[in-house]
């Protein structure tokens, strides 16, 4: 009886895997690559997706940050949060905190007030309103008080505040527009009293980062001229301040060809007196790697630094292209926590010991400390975790505790997520190249993984050129992998994170070593047998735009591409930016000969593939009329091509219902190229002209022509 109740048994146990493995192949389809379901949506990466930009000094009850909400156009709002996940906004509605200097801005908001508990009262900051650069001071635990206007120049926008509780002033970068031929920068300061406006220096192109020691006796800043970029030679100046605040003395501590940022003071009670002892920054010299440095202000000399290769040669410190950020942050006791390329750092000047967090928040954007509430928060994100807001605290103890005090704004199911593969591969001239690999991944479709079938590849290209991408969660990456198409985020010569060296590789070679690492990190995925050679695209942003034009152009690598906000005429960027990149052409092409050759608009004839641009028209630093021309040059030659160019719009783009479009558009765009089936709804309202397509409906472009003429 036992033999027979065994086998029993064993017949349901086998009938039960049996249905299982059938459910799994019934719920495992196929459909090819690209044209997979996903519940990864463009309005879930747009819509319901803030960016957090900026974090600000916690209390140990509240924290601050800056979020850019795309379902308000793109406006910024400074938000804050308890201990039991209470938010607020802090800014009334019809204003934001951004600033336009430099175009990318940076740096908005200053909080005045150094409390201890957001309860107070007088809990008071100032901000630079987005829509009219004016800048205005708020209490927002004043019932009904509406912000308060603080300068009256239009012509006149401010950036990366520091406040001088000594003086009850405000120090600034000021961006003067007086003469719009002949745009000025300059440090000012603000009275808060009188709302009188004080020039403090005016010498320099550019200025960035001014920072009080906390007694209020020396101010230490950031300054460079044309022709150079902050990264390639900046200058640290520390000066010395009389009692109403007027520079006296003033010490140049940056070297010839070095590039420094985010100047911070440290210092500590000794007999209840605050004795300023070390100034803290980043620079590249020495090692050729941005690293954080120890100055001692009694020595006047740099005593110490963080050996990058306690860190595995990745950098701290980013490119200045906002104003405000902060990598780093100084402890007491000369203890330091960094960002860095995927770890966050945390090293002792007077131990020496490191350690290295490699967990769900290390890729860190922000850093900010409150020495006097001994509190910090950092955005982060990781692989499997979206940006978020976290506080980081046990620093008494061994190891730091994480907690996250946001939670997800968006729920992205874990099966759906690519986690990336980071490669390294050969390109040209004997030079070595980096990217992260995005396979395609999608639980109902793995019968399509074990086809054989190949998946396309969609190249990405970063802006700058001297910026670069990370391993992260991105909502527009899911996008397509869980559609079936894989992505490479490909950091080419010229990326920083690297060192200075790889960093200036780029130098007299853009359009040339940014196009080559592109097709050799396509190539290289080819030869290992992870996509079709026969379905490669790329696709950029800005500086990134221009590398796919010039890859479409140039190289016969990739089937097609499309430019966001992307250049086509470098002789025309020479002129026409904006003005804190007007020279960087020159070291980054060389001479006009250069310029043309490397122009895909006097190459269109060589361009046989399908391309697509987006721009949005109020766009300050690439001009809308690149792709337009672009465009009407393809549109000649009968090729395939589309447009969309988006009103109120700048460099990048802001409002929920563009960067929907713009993405669904790109995405269906693809579909026509490699015949594949999209898997979204779309409403067919975007024209690829051309002699290999179908018309489908009125073209985009002439709905809008009316706003271009």
């Not at 978020?388 to 190891?399: A, G, P, Y």
């Not at 990739?558 to 025309?572: K, M, P, R, T, Y």
């Not at 904006?578 to 250069?594: A, F, H, K």
């Not at 179908?694 to 009316?706: E, G, P, V, W």
Request: proline fraction near 5%; charged fraction near 20%.
């Amino acid at each position: 009886m036992k033999i027979y109740q065994n086998l029993l048994y064993n017949y349901i146990y086998l009938f039960f895997i049996i249905y299982i493995f059938n459910i799994t192949a019934v719920l495992s389809e196929y459909r090819p690559y690209g044209s997979w379901y996903s519940p990864i949506s463009a309005n879930l990466s747009s819509t319901k997706f803030n960016v957090l930009t900026e974090a600000y000094p916690p209390t140990n009850d509240h924290a601050y940050w800056l979020e850019r909400r795309p379902s308000e156009d793109g406006r910024s709002v400074l938000v804050e949060i308890d201990n039991f996940n209470n938010k607020r906004d802090l800014l009334p509605s019809g204003f934001g905190a951004a600033t336009a200097v430099n175009s990318y801005g940076g740096g908005p908001v200053t909080f005045v007030s150094q409390h201890t508990c957001s309860c107070d009262r007088f809990l008071s900051f100032l901000f630079v309103n987005q829509e009219d650069q004016m800048i205005y001071l708020h209490y927002p635990n004043i019932d009904g008080f509406r912000p308060m206007q603080m300068t009256f120049d239009k012509n006149k926008m401010y950036a990366d505040g520091v406040y001088d509780s000594m003086r009850n002033r405000v120090i600034y970068v000021c961006e003067d527009h007086t003469n719009p031929n002949n745009i000025t920068q300059s440090l000012v300061s603000l009275d808060l009293d009188t709302r009188v406006l004080v020039t403090l220096e005016s010498e320099f192109d550019f200025y960035m980062n001014p920072r009080l020691s906390p007694d209020g006796r020396k101010l230490a800043y950031i300054a460079w001229n044309f022709p150079r970029m902050s990264w390639d030679e900046s200058q640290l100046y520390l000066v010395d301040l009389d009692r109403r605040g007027n520079f006296t003395q003033k010490r140049k501590i940056s070297f010839k060809n070095e590039s420094v940022q985010d100047p911070q003071f440290d210092g500590q009670l000794i007999l209840n007196c605050l004795n300023i002892l070390d100034l803290y920054f980043i620079s590249d010299r020495i090692y050729k790697f941005w690293t954080v440095f120890r100055y001692d202000l009694i020595k006047n000399e740099i005593i110490d630094s963080i050996p990058p290769f306690l860190y595995h040669f990745k950098e701290i410190g980013v490119p200045s292209w906002t104003l405000g950020m902060h990598t780093f942050a100084v402890l007491p006791n000369s203890r330091v926590i960094a960002k860095s390329f995927g770890y966050l750092i945390d090293y002792s000047f007077v131990t020496k010991r490191i350690q290295l967090y490699n967990n769900q928040f290390s890729q860190v954007k922000f850093i900010s400390y409150s020495r006097l509430n001994k509190a910090m928060t950092i955005i982060g994100s990781s692989t499997r975790q979206l940006q978020t807001l976290v506080r980081i605290s046990n620093f008494d103890h061994h190891e730091l505790s994480f907690h996250r005090l946001l939670n997800d704004q968006i729920s992205i199911d874990s099966q759906y997520i690519s986690e990336p593969m980071e490669i390294q591969y050969d390109t040209s001239n004997g030079g070595k190249s980096y990217g992260f690999y995005y396979p395609p991944k999608n639980p109902r479709f793995e019968n399509s993984v074990l086809s054989g079938e190949k998946p396309p590849l969609l190249v990405r290209t970063h802006g700058g050129p001297t910026g670069y991408d990370s391993a992260q969660l991105l909502p527009n990456i899911m996008f397509w992998t869980s559609r079936g198409i894989g992505v490479l985020d490909i950091n080419y010569r010229g990326s920083s994170q690297y060192g200075r060296d790889y960093r200036q590789l780029l130098n007299g070679k853009w359009g040339i070593y940014d196009v080559d690492d592109s097709c050799s990190g396509a190539q290289y995925l080819v030869d290992q047998g992870l996509v079709d050679g026969n379905r490669l695209l790329i696709d950029g942003q800005s500086s990134g735009g221009y590398t796919t034009l010039a890859a479409l152009t140039f190289k016969k690598m990739f089937q097609a591409g499309c430019s966001f906000f992307g250049i086509g005429d470098l002789v025309q960027l020479t002129t026409k930016t904006d003005r804190l990149e007007l020279t960087y052409v020159s070291t980054l092409i060389g001479g006009e000969q250069n310029l043309i050759d490397r122009s895909p608009i006097y190459h269109v004839d060589q361009l046989d593939v399908p391309v697509a641009f987006f721009h949005g028209i109020n766009d300050p630093v690439v001009p809308y009329n690149q792709s337009i021309q672009m465009y009407n040059e393809l549109i000649y030659r009968n090729k395939p091509t589309l447009i969309e160019l988006y009103p109120g719009e700048q460099h990048g783009f802001a409002q929920d219902k563009n960067i929907i479009r713009s993405l669904e558009g790109e995405y269906y765009f693809f579909s026509r190229v490699l015949n594949f089936e999209p898997s979204l709804k779309l409403i067919p309202t975007i024209d690829v002209r051309g002699a290999i397509f179908t018309r489908i409906i009125a073209s985009i472009y002439s709905l809008i022509s009316t706003n271009i003429k």
